[in-house]
């Protein structure tokens, strides 16, 4: 499909703030898109569309488009509040971020909305870790990414229409999820363009001992993947981080000490289990496991109990002005810290989650009831009510 930009600007790679990016995989970010197969499945996926493709005649690729609905502000079971109300004054300690990104972590908020999308929509997690990657020449580590590109209007009609099988062009919810996300609407559609990996498998048991260096090595560059699952590799590589925190993060920095270790945990324990389930599975007679990963899974690493630290990697050394990039961490990412009211309405250690969400190993639940919600009306500032 033929598609002209909308507008002359020149695309920069993502995000634009300090950190790792990626480029536009085109000078202008749009191209000529032929959408020739879905990949996976877009009814169990939450992050995004996955599509083999053509671009510009050459491929094919996998292409990656990232929901709109996961990316700026959800408050669970229908609440819904002016996002800068909530963000600006700090009544409430409300995590109207989806949690799964990671913005609920944080011990004091961000300074705008559009610094949450910079830091936690799964779009810019992924952009963060190929930018990375490609610093540091380890695409290896990888399922390779090419670039980004926008999608046109058409081009996002065209995959809803060829996905939705009851699809109405008077819809006013289109199929990235706009409708419940003011700050989304007049974003075009964002997506990846990787390799099309052709390998029939998720891994194998020859693939094991490679699954875990890599991991570490990703460890060692800054990123926590925070999002090991078997469907997540093909032939033993990761091939999706729309979860990942890549240093410099909010959420590697202003996090409680205890809650940081139980995500970087994660890691390596997911890594485990999802080797035994596909083991299992595929009755695998022996699982050559390696040392590390099980003295971090059991907690005698060295390391914590949770291999390489990401806070130890130098993200300094890349960036061309560092006046800038500490003006911008000491003046412009953070807000105040969460008064003393929203501290004794929401107990620090305490995670808002919706009703049937699995919770995280270790995490306390506090599922709020119907008539438990704080009424929207409460949500505004004092000097407004």
């Known amino acids: ?143 390779r990414a090419h670039g980004y590109l926008l999608l046109a209007a058409e081009q996002e009609a065209e995959v809803a229409k060829r996905t939705i099988s009851d699809y109405s062009d008077d819809d006013d919810d289109n199929h990235f999820g706009r409708k419940f996300e003011p700050l989304a609407r007049d974003r075009p559609v964002h997506a990846i363009v990787k390799d099309l990996a052709t390998d029939g498998v998720n891994f194998g048991p020859q693939h094991v001992d490679q699954m875990y260096r890599d991991m570490e090595d990703l460890h060692g560059l800054g990123i926590l993947i925070r999002d090991i699952t078997i469907s997540n590799y093909i032939g033993g590589k990761l091939i999706d981080f729309s979860r990942a925190w890549t240093s410099p993060n909010p959420s590697l920095e202003r996090i409680d000490e205890k809650r940081l270790w139980k995500q970087r945990a994660l890691d390596p324990y997911d890594l485990q289990n999802c080797i035994a389930d596909l083991g299992i599975r595929n009755g695998w007679e022996v699982i050559d496991w390696p040392d590390e990963l099980a003295a971090c899974v059991l907690e005698e690493s060295e390391n914590d109990g949770c291999g390489t630290d990401p806070r130890r990697y130098d993200w300094r050394k890349w960036e061309a002005d560092l006046e800038a990039v500490d003006a911008f961490m000491e003046n412009d990412l953070y807000g105040p810290p969460w008064d003393e009211e929203a501290e004794e309405l929401v107990p620090e250690k305490v995670e808002l989650v919706p009703q049937g969400e699995e919770l995280l190993p270790g995490e306390e639940e506090l599922v709020l009831e119907e008539e438990e919600l704080v009424p929207e009306e409460e949500l505004v500032p004092k000097e407004e009510a």
């Not at 033929?2 to 202008?28: I, M, N, V, W, Y």
């Not at 499945?41 to 053509?54: A, G, I, L, Q, T």
């Open 1 to 143: 499909m033929d598609s002209a930009p909308p507008s002359s600007d020149s695309p920069q790679p993502l995000p634009q703030r300090p950190g790792p990016k990626l480029a536009p995989f085109t000078p202008t970010a749009y191209a000529d898109i032929e959408f020739i197969q879905e990949l996976g499945d877009s009814n169990v996926d939450m992050d995004s569309f996955v599509w083999k493709v053509r671009i510009d005649g050459r491929g094919p690729y996998a292409l990656k488009m990232v929901n709109s609905h996961l990316v700026v502000f959800t408050c669970w079971q229908g609440l819904w509040a002016e996002t800068d109300l909530v963000i600006n004054q700090f009544r409430f300690k409300w995590h109207i971020h989806l949690r799964r990104t990671g913005g609920g972590y944080l011990n004091c908020p961000l300074k705008t909305p559009q610094l949450y999308i910079d830091y936690f929509d799964p779009f810019n997690c992924e952009c963060r870790v190929y930018g990375r990657l490609q610093q540091e020449n380890r695409e290896d580590l990888a399922v």
